[in-house]
């Protein structure tokens, strides 16, 4: 699969002009502005011993100089699966997230920061079980958020989960947990000094909506 790219311009969502890298496998591009003539995209990419069944996921990240697009090199968290889905920006750089899976410890979430010129991955606190991710990414002036799930062992429910922090120091936010079945959040924005996150509850077999807002 290759990756194609939209642009917004007065009003309309349109086609290209530019044309993306291959991913070498089923990436799923997310597009991000920085400034304008400078955009990122990011996913998930597979090597080319994956297309034979012998890798597995690695992060993907791609830069709009205005110009062309450009494949940069991301590290990766483990030896499994890792994936990008969302990226924001700030004063203090680049921020994407996503998950690192692996068969023999589980999955965690993953935050990578782009800063003086390269990728690094950023140390995160213990979230509520092994298995893991993050959805959503924002950045407000002086913090940054991520919001996605973790598998509660007792419950065997998904609960929501959120990460505050910056370019060095992450904390969890305990936020709350309206179904009585499974709670995801899959999206969050910075407005001002408030984060809002999105996502669905099961109200016992019944999903719905829910929307959490926090004053930074």
């Known amino acids: 699969m290759r990756p194609s790219g939209l642009w917004w ?22 597009l991000r502005r920085d400034s304008p003539g400078t955009e990122r995209c990011l996913g998930s990419r597979q090597t080319h011993q994956r297309l034979t ?3 597995p996921d690695q992060p993907l ?22 994936a990008l889905y969302s990226v924001t920006v700030n004063k203090d750089g680049v921020f994407a997230a996503g998950e ?9 979430p993953l935050v990578e920061r782009f800063s003086a010129g390269s990728w690094s991955i950023l140390n995160l606190p213990e979230a509520g079980s092994i298995w893991t991710n993050l959805r959503g990414i924002a950045a407000g002036a002086d913090s940054v958020w991520a919001v996605g799930t973790f598998l509660d062992p007792a419950s065997g ?12 120091i992450w904390t969890v936010v305990n936020g709350p947990n309206p179904g009585s ?34 004053s930074a």
């Open 181 to 214: 079945g499974n709670n995801v959040l899959g999206g969050v924005a910075a407005v001002g000094d408030q984060f809002w996150a999105a996502g669905l509850d099961d109200q016992g077999g019944s999903n719905q909506t829910f929307i959490e807002r926090h």
């Open 9 to 30: 311009n007065t009003g309309t969502a349109r086609h290209g002009p530019w044309s993306l890298p291959p991913t070498r496998g089923g990436g799923q591009p997310l």
């Open 53 to 55: 069944g012998a890798a």
């Open 157 to 168: 429910n998904q609960q929501t989960l959120t990460l505050r922090g910056d370019s060095s």
């Open 100 to 108: 690192s899976d692996d068969e023999f410890s589980g999955a965690h």
């Open 61 to 82: 990240v791609e830069h709009w100089n205005g110009t062309a697009w450009s494949v940069v090199s991301t590290p990766s968290l483990a030896a499994g699966t890792n």
